[in-house]
């Protein structure tokens, strides 16, 4: 499992989550447990010295002693118990020792004063660890005198790490069990969770073959976008190489024909030279046409890329006029816009400067004084209107320029050229072109381009 | 009319400096930008003709650098490129028209007669002062509608006279745009062809169009437009 894998990232982060979290809560866990054990220890210790105090009493010949059966814990008369028991005089002779304590001594280094405890540990080579109390006492006898007293208690501190260790290994144990069960769990639900995503690359890979159309929707919510991307690009991708390839067809067979007239005029002795360059100027005119035409329905993009930010309409319409006013400026036409505020569509900015530029272009040529251009932004699509006051087009021109443009081979007026790349372009984003009368009087051209997701009412 | 054509491909140029050399027009020719900035900014242009396409600066860069040096005379842009976003861009730092290639060289001439023309303040083709009507299109000229057949230098005076109607045209700026700019300048040159418009266009000195300012020039007297509305 590569880390290229999703699956095997996942795994592999919360692993070391799972492993850094636990770390910290074992150790965490230790240092608790074992503060807690210390501090019982030294209560235990507490008690043992309490009990010890409490036992020893003034002997008949007035010093201080232990009876024969003081009645302390059991564990001080067992000898090696853990448990054991010193007092020693104000000299550092013991004068008490708890039958526990056999073949070791006990050696202080510092002495409390009365009243002070003294916690330490006893660590000599070769014996038991012990973790001791210490605890100066003035002893004040019936005579009214009182002499110094040390007692100490001291206790194995074996058992305690005993339990220490058990506890940590405890706990470790269970936390690698933990662990264990999460990334199976884990492992499981991603085999689950990851499923659609390996039926879209298995998808994918069916359509890179030739076996299927388009990627299934029907897919967890995180992927129908991606999804519907995706549709969205092969479907483009595969109208863009159709259209390309059809254009060079049509390109290919277009230039063929003028081509031709020329090689044959070349060679044409019936043909004087004057009506020969007549001739030669009409099929040049006819083949730029053709190539221009040609060209601009290839460039026209349909918005194919998804990375497409809105355009606002608003600056390109102005733009245009800008351009248009100057190339125009002897007519001294008059071009109102009515945009709304903030129109933005989704589309390639070539291809709606194409649109907005041949019909604004288109008005402003065969107006007489006026031009308006709307442009309405809805949810669902942009409309856009450009109106003229000139003459009009004649009743078939919509079929003549709008579904004859798409017939390449036809050849088409001038002034076609521009509608027919218009409706090419805004067949490509879905949408279509109308032409009719516009109330100025002269034609008025809609070009409506629907929102991506929205598709136009037939 | 001093022309300047700026195109990098040298049989369409030769070619442009022969048509609008054979109309009349002085023309400066440049096959790269670079060479189109010297001579656009060393010699007097009424009109320059740009390609966009140009090598060492282009085409963009070289209107862009006129304007910045207050050259306000028309630029015209000649672009193989057809798309909208190239033609409002060139519009927009300064260029006056454009005309896409191939073209035919009437519509580049004709264009650039208009470009003249409203440099001039005129807005229609015609040029009409008083009984004088110059039809920049056909290059034709009629005296209270009777055609008047002038030869290509007088033609261009008066054109040039009526384009700065109203204003004085010293000699040595009639010789700059109508000359080459080597020609050995001989203002008695300009005396004899203003004397020979006068007679052809006010043979009985009825309207006295063209007015002489001794030692300034010449000036079109007659008013723009004609007298009476037709």
Known sequence: ?458 | MRVLIVEDDSSLSRSLVAEFEARGFKVLSAPDGREGQYLATEYPVDLAIIDLGLPEVSGIELIESLRAASKDYPILVLTARDRWQDKVEALKIGADDYVTKPFHVEELIARADALLRRAGGWAQSELVCGPITLDTRSQSVRLEGQQVELTSFEYRLLEYLMLHAGEVCSKTQITEALYDQDFERDSNVIEVFIGRLRRKLDPDSAHKPIETLRGRGYRMVLPRGAPEAR
């Not at chain 1, 390109?251 to 044959?264: D, E, G, N, Q």
């Not at chain 1, 129109?343 to 400067?353: E, F, I, K, S, T």
């Not at chain 1, 009743?395 to 003549?400: H, V």
């Open chain 1, 1 to 458: 499992m590569s880390l290229q894998s999703l699956r095997a990232r996942v795994l592999l982060w919360v692993s070391v989550a799972l492993i850094v979290l636990f770390a910290i809560t074992i150790v965490g866990l230790a240092v608790i447990f074992q503060r807690s054990s210390e501090l019982a220890l030294r209560d235990a210790l507490q008690v043992q010295l309490l009990g010890l105090i409490a036992a020893a009493e003034e002997s008949e010949d007035g010093e201080l002693s232990l009876p024969d059966d003081p009645g302390l814990d059991l564990s001080l008369t067992v000898p090696e118990s853990g448990v054991y028991g010193v007092i020693w005089d104000a000299d550092g002779v013991p004068i008490w020792r708890s039958a526990s304590w056999v073949g070791r001594e006990w050696f202080v280094t510092q002495w409390p004063i009365p009243g002070e405890r003294i916690y330490l540990t006893v660590d000599e080579e070769g014996l038991l660890e012990l973790e001791a109390l210490l605890m100066g006492i003035r002893w004040d006898f019936h005579d009214g005198s009182s002499l110094p007293y040390t007692f100490g208690i001291a206790l194995a501190r074996e058992p305690y790490l005993a339990r220490e260790a058990a506890f940590r290994r405890n706990l470790i144990g269970w936390f690698a069990v933990v662990t264990v069960t999460m990334l199976i769990v884990l492992t499981i639900v991603l085999r689950y969770a990851l499923k659609p995503l390996r039926r879209l690359v298995h998808e994918v890979g069916e359509i890179e073959t030739g076996r299927r159309q388009v990627v299934t929707e029907r897919l967890p919510s995180e992927l129908t976008g991606l999804a519907h991307n995706l549709n969205f690009l092969i479907d483009s991708e595969r109208r863009r190489s159709v259209r390309y390839r059809n254009t060079l067809d049509d390109l290919a067979h277009s230039l063929k024909t003028p081509l031709a007239s020329i090689r044959v005029l070349l060679t044409d002795r019936g043909v004087d030279d004057e009506a020969k360059m007549r001739a030669l100027d009409r099929e040049v005119s006819r083949m730029d046409q053709r190539i221009g035409y040609q060209l601009r329905r290839a460039r026209a993009t349909g918005g194919t890329g998804l990375g497409l930010a809105p355009v606002a309409l608003g600056p390109i319409v102005e733009d245009i006029v800008g351009t248009l006013d100057k190339v125009y400026r002897d007519k001294q036409v008059s071009c109102e816009l009515d945009i709304e505020a903030g129109a933005r569509y989704q589309g390639d900015p070539g291809d709606l400067n194409e649109i907005l530029g041949n019909l604004i272009e288109n008005a402003y040529k065969y107006c007489r004084k006026r031009v308006l251009v709307e442009v309405k932004s809805s949810v669902e699509r942009v409309e856009i209107v450009i109106h003229d006051d000139g003459p009009g087009l004649p009743e078939d021109a919509e079929e003549a320029v709008i579904e004859r443009g798409a017939r390449a081979d036809e050849s088409i007026p001038g002034e076609g050229i521009g509608l027919a790349v218009v409706a090419e372009t805004a067949e490509l984003y879905q949408g279509s072109v109308r032409l009719g009368t516009s109330p100025l009087g002269g034609t008025a051209v809609g070009v409506i381009l629907p929102r991506r997701g929205y598709r136009l009412k037939k």
